[in-house]
């Protein structure tokens, strides 16, 4: 079984500045990691997936996230946030084996306001 | 290609009655999984259609139940509604290669209200 924790609930930050939102996992298998973006009353979007090699991903809209396996890890960050990127932000797993990568497993979401 | 559609968007039911949810994936999809989503819960995995088949089931009351036709459509229902059920529901469809990993792709979600 796998499980999620975002630490954060809410990040307010100003425009231009940047973030991170943390996300710390659990699991007994080996799992892939992904960060999804959910804006007001739409579906998930993906932003950024470690399946394999370089711990340092690059996703979408300027985001990255560095997959860390001793602290079984995967934060999100960005150097520089604008207005548009106010929204939930949500980190998950599944795991790698048995066919069951269709099953993700979430965190309970760290909403992110971005100030002028 | 179309995204994956979900009807309808916007649902309001009592207690007591029954719903159904549908989801169109996207053309060549065959895997699709459902989630219910609530603000004390989060998401959570329902059940995942393969092939009109249900490969796995998420710790959920035998209230919801789905099904899948033969185009890959799915449909979810729940019977005697309860007022914790409402939710935001959400489809994800994937493809089916023989890679380890196919990234599923989410529709808007059906918003269902239980009065």
């Known amino acids: 079984a796998q499980s999620v924790t975002q630490l954060d609930s809410q990040v307010p930050v100003f425009e231009e500045a940047p973030v991170e939102l943390r996300c710390n996992y659990s699991?007994?298998?080996?799992?892939?990691l992904f960060w999804y973006v959910q804006y007001p009353n739409q579906g998930l979007q993906l932003l950024l997936k470690?399946?394999?090699?370089?711990?340092l991903v690059k996703g979408i809209n300027g985001f990255e996230a560095e997959f860390n396996k001793s602290q079984t890890s995967f934060h999100l960050r960005k150097p520089s946030v604008h207005i548009s990127d106010t929204a939930e932000y949500f980190c998950?797993?599944?795991?790698?084996?048995?066919?069951?990568?269709?099953?993700?497993?979430f965190g309970k979401g760290t909403l992110l306001t971005v100030n002028p | 290609k179309a995204g994956v559609t979900q009807t309808p968007r916007y649902l309001i039911k009592t207690r007591g009655q029954q719903v159904t949810l549908s989801c169109s994936p996207i053309s060549g999809h065959r895997s699709v999984s459902w989630y219910q989503q609530t603000p004390g819960q989060g998401l959570q995995f329902l059940f995942e259609?393969?092939?009109?088949?249900?490969?796995n089931k998420g710790n959920f009351p035998g209230r919801f139940s789905g099904r899948q036709f033969s185009n890959s459509r799915s449909e979810m229902n729940v019977s005697t509604l309860e007022l914790g059920d409402s939710a935001l529901y959400l489809c994800?469809?994937?493809?089916?290669?023989?890679?380890?990993?196919?990234?599923?792709?989410f529709g808007p979600g059906t918003r269902l209200t239980v009065l």
């Open positions: 998950a797993v599944s795991a790698r084996s048995g066919g069951s990568n269709y099953k993700l497993t």
């Open positions: 994800a469809s994937s493809s089916t290669s023989a890679s380890s990993y196919n990234e599923q792709f």
């Open positions: 699991s007994s298998v080996s799992v892939y």
């Open positions: 259609y393969f092939s009109e088949t249900q490969r």
């Open positions: 470690y399946l394999s090699g370089s711990t």
